[in-house]
């Protein structure tokens, strides 16, 4: 049934004009009139995220420059089978031909920032320097000083930055304009494409301070991104309100000599005149709401022609309060190199060094976005009755147990366990990250320009931190932990008896509710335990790939064999990849299926008709894009695909773009098959057809039992549509996980049995065509 919300009709309706008004029907049809609306306003809701969050084209943006750098990680090792050859990226190109079938995407009715870019030494944004794992710990972009590029800093100094190769280094060149504010607004489009949670701070010379300042305040203005800066370095600059009037090297008396050197070529000539043009047209124009909201630190040179002690010490009036340093560094050079482009940063002085390595520590951003906000007592006593109780202190049921409480309802959000959080608390790792985009994940609604939103396929510590806010809000002091509940019983005016006890002290009480709402994860339960023969003579490690088993694991140069197909062994994939693995293989008994994260982000970015469907046209575009990412990588394309279906029964399709490059560059590889077992030389494993596997490192993903505390402890085994098991009785988990959500054939092993009452199927296709009947429906 295709359906139109009311609110989305042409004309006024009232159900009473078609059917019976006091009719269970009219209920009926309500009931699931208000679910559509639900739908839909939690589309349109979606949408709004996304719009406020970036535009199609940078979110490409953001996606491209992620693809290369992980790709250029790859080519840095010294296994990497094409380290010449880049994977190209291949997910622009299909947009825009899946544009001109569907039209408008997600901001296209928005001006494109056009690049005017004339004559450049290099790349707007230029890696100088790759750390060995990814992703990296932290980043500092280097803004060029006039007439600079890449190659004004020199790396074999400014490779010294510490923590030592933790810091991921990035120059920010701005030359090839000449008209400030164009030039600003597309390096604010390039600067935007970092967008993780990397902790960064930024360093501008000279003029390359003033176009951080711009750029910084376009994005606190009006704009969302991850990866604002901690901090803000600037060095011989005077602050943005005076630059116009102090900073003009073209006015002093050696001006004419410097241009006339006879080791400046005419190049060199032309390309100074287009930085001296964008210096000329700067206009501040930031009276009134000129400070940043970042800590500053300033350096000088005593003496400096350009820019003396006092006007960078002005910088302090744009700087929060307490959050100024100003910090000199010695004496000023002359003019000698300056077209150059080399001035003061081409060796990088020991104190700048010093100053960028202990800002990126004292203003980590983890330590204050790791932080957990107070959720209140979870060991008070329980309440003899509330409203609503709530089984699971995970991401579910701690968002359900706010909203409840939000809503002026009493509730108590119980748990087994000695914290909350869940699966992400208990089998997520360091690494871990969603398995969808940020979008589609979102407890945490942060409004406003300048805002730090999570990143895309946001990694486990800001799920837990978003976890923890949301029950810091309403629900805050309605969670207990360590308490187990043994049996919902209900009794006969409708209400419920729900009797717990204290794991920690054995102590029962029974609380009567109104409502229990179950938010536990019915496919994760214990974790499969397997073992193969001769496992003790394996001569490398074996682990569970769940948890923080894998934190302290040292994956480089070794040979990794992940046993599984689901998620959480294409995580383990990604995981092994990033930090400096030579050789991924993952073996399961059928293939999985893994896409890359564009084929995720699409069901946001791209338009719906009224029935929340996208264009037939460009799904063939994006799967045809997809097929070619594994022919691409040298990777075996699912061969559930052959059979009709996106994935195989019982699995998730996992998010992984560094699969794919990993499978072009010679590191990872796709296979299917069974362990029979370990090779008595201890060097790998043999499958039951006869081959074997060289590894070194076992990691076993093998899958969990399902979670069967629900039945039990209900006595209930059907569960009616849209999760319940029986009125005020809810289950929130999947009543059919795979085969027939994709036109599947024959049942998933783990779908749970609905209950439709006396009702046929014949009855109900009977009943569908009435409803389509209505007004309110179309079919």
């Not at 209920?27 to 349109?44: H, P, R, S």
Request: hydrophobic content about 35%; charged content about 25%; aromatic content about 10%.
């Amino acid at each position: 049934v295709k359906f139109v919300c009311p609110h989305r009709l042409s004309s006024p309706f009232r159900m009473a004009d078609v059917l019976d008004k006091d009719g269970d029907l009219v209920k009926a049809i309500t009931a699931i009139m208000k679910n559509k609306e639900y739908v839909y306003n939690q589309a349109d809701t979606l949408k709004r995220w996304c719009s406020e969050r970036f535009t199609t084209d940078r979110w490409l943006d953001e996606n491209e420059r992620e693809w290369y750098a992980l790709d250029r990680m790859c080519r840095s090792r010294a296994w990497a089978t094409h380290k010449d050859k880049p994977f190209k990226y291949p997910f622009r190109e299909a947009t825009n031909q899946m544009r001109e079938a569907e039209g408008q995407w997600v901001g296209d009715e928005i001006s494109t920032v056009q690049f005017t870019r004339g004559e450049a030494p290099c790349d707007v944004i230029v890696q100088v320097q790759i750390p060995p794992e990814f992703p990296a710990d932290h980043r500092v972009l280097l803004f060029t000083p006039e007439f600079g590029s890449h190659a004004s800093f020199d790396m074999e100094s400014w490779s010294f930055l510490e923590p030592e190769e933790k810091v991921d280094l990035w120059v920010v060149c701005w030359q090839g304009w000449t008209d400030f504010d164009a030039m600003v607004e597309q390096v604010t489009r390039r600067v935007l494409s970092f967008a993780d949670g990397v902790n960064t701070v930024w360093f501008g010379q000279g003029v390359g301070a003033l176009v951080a300042y711009e750029v910084l305040k376009r994005i606190e203005i009006g704009v969302q991104t991850p990866n604002v800066p901690t901090a803000l370095v600037v060095a011989d600059c005077p602050a943005p309100h005076d630059f116009a009037r102090v900073y003009r090297p073209w006015s002093l008396p050696n001006w004419p000599p410097v241009l006339a050197r006879g080791d400046v070529t005419d190049g060199r000539r032309s390309r100074a005149a287009a930085d001296v043009a964008t210096m000329g047209s700067y206009v501040f124009r930031h009276e009134g709401r000129a400070g940043v909201t970042v800590p500053v630190t300033a350096l000088y040179h005593e003496g400096d022609c350009l820019a003396s002690r006092e006007a960078v010490k002005a910088w302090e009036q744009l700087t929060p309060a307490g959050q100024f340093e100003l910090v000199g560094l010695g004496e000023a050079e002359g003019l000698d190199d300056y077209l150059q482009g080399t001035r003061y940063v081409v060796s990088a002085d020991p104190q700048v060094l010093t100053t960028l390595s202990e800002l990126l520590e004292k203003y980590d951003r983890w330590k204050e976005d790791g932080a957990f906000a107070d959720i209140g007592d979870t060991n008070a006593p329980l309440p003899d009755t509330v409203d609503s109780v709530v089984v699971g202190a995970g991401i579910a049921g701690v968002y359900q147990a706010n909203t409840l409480a939000e809503a002026g309802k009493s509730v108590i959000c119980l748990d087994k366990y000695h914290e909350i959080g869940g699966v992400w608390n208990f089998y997520g790792n360091d690494y871990s990250r969603v398995n969808t985009s940020e979008i589609g994940y979102r407890i945490v609604d942060r409004p406003g320009d300048g805002l730090r939103p999570n990143e895309d396929h946001s990694p486990r510590r800001e799920i837990m931190r978003d976890i923890y806010t949301v029950a810091s809000q309403h629900c805050k002091g309605c969670i207990r932990l360590n308490i187990e509940v043994l049996s919902v019983d209900r009794r006969q005016d409708g209400s419920y008896d729900v009797a717990t006890r204290n794991v920690r002290d054995g102590t029962q009480k029974t609380i009567h509710t109104g409502g229990v709402s179950f938010q536990v994860n019915r496919r994760i339960g214990r974790r499969r335990e397997v073992d193969w023969e001769v496992s003790h003579l394996f001569r490398g490690d074996i682990f569970y790939g769940y948890g923080n088993a894998m934190q302290k694991v040292a994956y480089w140069g070794k040979s990794v064999l992940v046993i599984g197909a689901g998620a959480f062994a294409f995580e383990n994939v990604r995981t092994a990849v990033e930090h400096g693995a030579r050789h991924v293989t993952l073996l399961g008994r059928r293939d999985g299926t893994t896409c890359p994260k564009w084929i995720d982000m699409l069901a946001f970015l791209r338009p719906l008709n009224e029935q929340l469907m996208t264009h037939k046209s460009g799904n063939m575009i994006s799967f045809e894009c997809w097929q070619n990412c594994y022919k691409d990588a040298g990777l075996r394309s699912p061969k559930c695909w052959d059979e009709g279906l996106l994935k195989p029964n019982n699995h998730t399709i996992s998010v992984s773009d560094v699969a794919f490059i990993a499978g072009y560059h010679g590191m990872f590889k796709l296979q299917v098959g069974e362990i029979r077992r370990f090779r008595p030389d201890g060097m790998g494993v043999e499958l039951i057809d006869g081959s074997t596997i060289d590894c070194n490192m076992v990691i076993k993903c093998t899958g969990f039992h399902l979670n069967d505390d629900v039945p039990k402890l209900t006595g209930m085994s059907k569960m009616q549509p849209y999760g319940l098991l029986d009125i005020n009785l809810n289950y929130q988990a999947e009543p059919l996980l795979d085969g027939g959500q994709f036109g599947g054939g024959g049942k998933d092993k783990t779908a749970v049995d609905l209950d439709y009452g006396d009702i046929t199927q014949e009855q109900y296709f009977k009943g569908l065509e009435v409803l389509r009947t209505l007004p309110f429906f179309q079919g």
